[in-house]
């Protein structure tokens, strides 16, 4: 009893101390978890250098921390350097002096209002705004007409409190932008430093998980193997998806007239990695432009496109990898990726076939238990019943090889009358003897 209560005291201390490590290291859930996912990535270069370097794992977590760094930031600079290159090419040729005069004379033939329409706004207001035009003028001291003094002082409260607004809207999204920017920061650097111990010390924290968990340890093998091919073959299926989405993105809007196909590629990529945005922040504002210019070919063109084939690839290329890699059904990958991201938004694309895949595995593992306790059940019973047999088969042995007897009866009554019989019978019987020895006797 006494052991009972201490280990529920223990376990509700347990669980009040894992909620509050919870919500501390919730805000670092997520660099946390995409180091892990790319520690798990990089196990193969991870070995490579721990075999270069004669086995010193904390110099190999520390060259191998570095080049993944640096592939993840080099893109990522030399594409926003080239975007940036190709944009202020772009607004240099736009302000040339021919190129601007071709555009403002574009923009004035598109926006442009017909003399009698103007009229007809000039008249519409005279006719509804005279009477709040002749309140607002009133006449100074020598007759001329004059502004009323009220009318300035509205107007100013009416200009000045907006701006006001505006000033404290600005200073607020400044210390937002710039608490995002120290968020980001902390972000990047926790990720490095996990990373780093994720690879150095990743089999050490594995194998004190798996000494506190009651579970065997084949299994927990088994689902920790099942965990690492699903989470490498969502990452491979988000990258691809990714980067097939923005090549065809850019590839369509090429097509249909627009340039700078590096910026097309770039921004499609990105938007389409992120799935409750993607890819059709490109080409959707691409084709609203051609209608506005009234190329509807080209729109009809951008927008069958997008839909149909853009937006269909990511589903596709994602239950390919999923079935292919992690060994998942291509209905149960498509109903786990759509199913997660519709109840645990961008986290359940990661997360519904993590989930799906362990479940298949436990399943699995139980069906193995329940398996072997049912045979083990069965053959100890029939166990039992060999040895009953074989302690009944001696005593049947015995009693065919004993020889036939009258049945004895031990009852008292039949055990004092064969006392009595042998009381009453004489104690000796003449000895017969033979004529020789009678004649013998007689001489």
Same mark, same amino acid.
């Given at each position: 009893m006494?052991?009972?209560?201490?280990?529920?005291?223990?376990?509700?201390?347990?669980?009040?101390?894992?909620?509050? @490590?919870?919500?501390?290291?919730?805000p @670092?859930?997520?660099? %946390?978890?995409?180091?892990?996912?790319v520690?798990?990535?990089?196990q193969?270069? %991870?070995?490579?250098?721990?075999? #270069?370097?004669?086995?010193?794992?904390?110099?190999?977590?520390?060259?191998t921390?570095?080049?993944?760094?640096?592939?993840? &930031?080099?893109?990522?600079?030399?594409?926003?350097?080239?975007?940036?290159?190709?944009?202020?090419?772009?607004?240099?040729?736009?302000?040339?002096?021919?190129?601007?005069?071709?555009? /403002?004379?574009?923009? #004035?033939?598109? !926006?442009?209002?017909?003399?009698?329409?103007?009229q007809?706004?000039?008249?519409?207001?005279?006719?509804?705004?005279?009477?709040?035009?002749?309140?607002?003028?009133?006449?100074?001291?020598?007759?001329?007409?004059k502004?009323?003094?009220?009318?300035?002082?509205?107007?100013?409260?009416?200009?000045?409190?907006p701006?006001?607004?505006?000033?404290?809207? /600005?200073?607020?999204?400044?210390?937002?932008?710039?608490?995002?920017?120290?968020?980001? %920061?902390?972000?990047?650097?926790?990720?490095?430093i996990? %990373?780093?111990?994720?690879?150095?010390?990743?089999?050490?924290l594995?194998?004190s998980?798996?000494s506190?968990?009651? !579970?065997h340890?084949d299994?927990? #093998?088994?689902?920790i193997?099942?965990?690492?091919?699903?989470?490498?073959?969502?990452?491979?299926?988000t990258?691809l998806?990714?980067?097939?989405?923005?090549?065809?993105?850019?590839?369509?809007?090429?097509?249909?007239?627009?340039?700078?196909?590096?910026?097309?590629?770039?921004?499609?990529?990105?938007?389409?990695?992120?799935?409750l945005l993607g890819?059709w $922040?490109?080409?959707?504002?691409?084709?609203v432009?051609?209608?506005?210019?009234?190329?509807?070919?080209?729109?009809?063109?951008l927008?069958?496109?997008?839909t149909?084939?853009?937006?269909?690839?990511?589903?596709?290329?994602?239950?390919? /990898? &999923?079935?292919?890699?992690?060994?998942?059904h291509?209905?149960l990958?498509?109903?786990?990726v759509l199913?997660?991201?519709?109840?645990?938004?961008?986290?359940?694309?990661?997360?519904?076939?993590?989930v799906a895949?362990? $479940?298949?595995?436990?399943?699995?593992? @139980?069906?193995? +238990? $329940?398996?072997?306790?049912?045979?083990?059940?069965f053959?100890?019973q029939?166990?039992?019943?060999t040895?009953?047999?074989?302690?009944s +088969?001696p005593?049947?042995?015995?009693?065919?090889?004993k020889?036939? +007897?009258?049945?004895?009866?031990?009852s008292?009554?039949e055990?004092s009358?064969?006392?009595?019989?042998?009381?009453?019978?004489?104690?000796?019987?003449? /000895?017969?003897?033979?004529?020789?020895?009678?004649?013998k006797? #007689?001489r």
């Open positions: 006494v052991r009972l209560v201490s280990l529920t005291v223990i376990l509700c201390l347990i669980l009040a101390l894992g909620i509050m @490590f919870f919500k501390v290291i919730m @670092f859930i997520l660099p %946390l978890f995409l180091a892990a996912v520690a798990m990535i990089s193969p270069l %991870l070995n490579y250098f721990i075999r #270069r370097t004669n086995g010193h794992v904390r110099f190999a977590a520390g060259l921390t570095t080049i993944i760094v640096s592939a993840i &930031l080099i893109p990522l600079c030399v594409g926003i350097f080239l975007g940036s290159l190709q944009l202020f090419t772009t607004i240099v040729n736009t302000l040339d002096e021919a190129n601007w005069n071709k555009t /403002v004379q574009t923009i #004035r033939e598109k !926006v442009e209002i017909s003399n009698d329409k103007f007809q706004f000039v008249d519409w207001s005279h006719e509804y705004l005279q009477y709040d035009i002749d309140s607002l003028v009133t006449s100074g001291k020598s007759g001329e007409p502004i009323s003094e009220d009318f300035i002082r509205k107007n100013l409260q009416a200009t000045l409190v701006i006001a607004k505006r000033s404290l809207g /600005v200073a607020a999204s400044t210390v937002g932008l710039l608490g995002t920017l120290f968020s980001a %920061l902390i972000a990047w650097i926790m990720f490095i996990a %990373l780093y111990y994720f690879l150095a010390d990743g089999y050490l594995i194998e998980t798996q506190l968990i009651p !579970v340890v299994y927990q #093998r088994r689902l193997d099942q965990f690492q091919k699903v989470v490498r073959a969502v990452v491979i299926a990258f998806a990714a980067i097939g989405q923005g090549l065809t993105t850019a590839i369509a809007l090429s097509i249909v007239g627009f340039d700078h196909f590096i910026v097309f590629l770039i921004l499609a990529t990105i938007t389409s990695m992120v799935p890819s $922040l490109i080409w959707l504002p691409c084709a432009w051609l209608m506005y210019q009234g190329d509807w070919g080209s729109a009809i063109f927008i069958l496109i997008g149909l084939v853009v937006g269909t690839m990511d589903n596709i290329i994602r239950t390919y /990898v &999923l079935q292919s890699d992690a060994k998942l291509p209905l990958a498509f109903v786990s199913g997660g991201l519709q109840v645990m938004g961008l986290w359940g694309v990661f997360i519904g076939p993590i895949s362990c $479940l298949h595995a436990l399943i699995q593992i @139980f069906n193995t +238990e $329940l398996k072997a306790f049912s045979q083990e059940k053959q100890s029939g166990l039992l019943e040895m009953a047999e074989v302690q +088969e005593q049947s042995a015995e009693t065919d090889e020889p036939a +007897e009258s049945p004895r009866s031990d008292p009554a055990a009358k064969e006392a009595e019989k042998a009381e009453s019978k004489p104690a000796s019987e003449p /000895v017969k003897t033979s004529p020789q020895k009678k004649k006797r #007689r």
